[in-house]
T-cell receptor, first 112, second 115 residues
Framework: GENVEQHPSTLSVQEGDSAVIKCTYSDSASNYFPWYKQELGKRPQLIIDIRSNVGEKKDQRIAVTLNKTAKHFSLHITETQPEDSAVYFCAASMGNFNKFYFGSGTKLNVKP | DTGVSQNPRHKITKRGQNVTFRCDPISEHNRLYWYRQTLGQGPEFLTYFQNEAQLEKSRLLSDRFSAERPKGSFSTLEIQRTEQGDSAMYLC?????????????FGQGTRLTVV
């Protein structure tokens, strides 16, 4: 089955700096890669996603890049703010339903 | 809140007891998923329904676990003879009937503690 690895497990940045979280996947058949943000005690919420036919996608301060050859994808957050502090999960899925394989999460701390 | 709703939010049970959780998906979503999340880990897939049909089950779903979605709307997840290792957050998610992968909306989860 698919295996998704995520690094780093914790990330601390100063407000205004950029943050980058990286994930690798093992199954070349994976074709959909969402990123979820989970605040303490709350539900995971989708912040951005990318499909395998696209190399990069951006939404305001958030961007995701995908390298299919190397089987890795990354989340980039620019101009970080304290409210960006949360746990971020990458995931991969294949086919046409949302059976996600999640990474182990990155706890992002943005210091004011 | 018109999102995915899960009940109860918290459940404490003694080892060996049976527990049942409920998930109400977003009304127009015909796809429903159950995931389990332990502390410090990402959610792990348990099972998937399309309408009332259970189309896939993970090997994580032992014989003590059963999920149903009798009318293609809400779903229940039952754990029989609970064990301490069952302690986790159980998350439900739903998505729209599009053919491609689409955004999955998660509920707030049911946190199970087996003592």
């Amino acid at each position: 089955g698919e295996n998704v690895e995520q690094h780093p497990s914790t990330l601390s940045v100063q407000e205004g700096d950029s943050a980058v979280i990286k994930c690798t996947y093992s199954d070349s058949a994976s074709n959909y890669f969402p990123w979820y943000k989970q605040e303490l005690g709350k539900r995971p919420q989708l912040i951005i996603d990318i499909r395998s036919n696209v190399g990069e996608k951006k939404d305001q301060r958030i961007a995701v890049t995908l390298n299919k050859t190397a089987k890795h994808f990354s989340l980039h957050i620019t101009e970080t703010q304290p409210e960006d502090s949360a746990v971020y999960f990458c995931a991969a899925s294949m086919g046409n339903f949302n059976k996600f394989y999640f990474g182990s999460g990155t706890k992002l701390n943005v210091k004011p | 809140d018109t999102g995915v709703s899960q009940n109860p939010r918290h459940k404490i049970t003694k080892r060996g007891q049976n527990v049942t959780f409920r998930c109400d998906p977003i009304s127009e979503h015909n796809r429903l998923y159950w995931y389990r999340q332990t502390l410090g880990q990402g959610p792990e897939f348990l099972t998937y329904f399309q309408n009332e049909a259970q189309l896939e089950k993970s090997r994580l779903l032992s014989d003590r676990f059963s999920a149903e979605r009798p009318k293609g709307s809400f779903s229940t997840l039952e754990i029989q003879r609970t064990e301490q290792g069952d302690s986790a957050m159980y998350l439900c998610a739903s998505s729209s009937p599009d053919g491609l992968n689409t955004e999955a909306f998660f509920g707030q989860g049911t946190r199970l503690t087996v003592v």
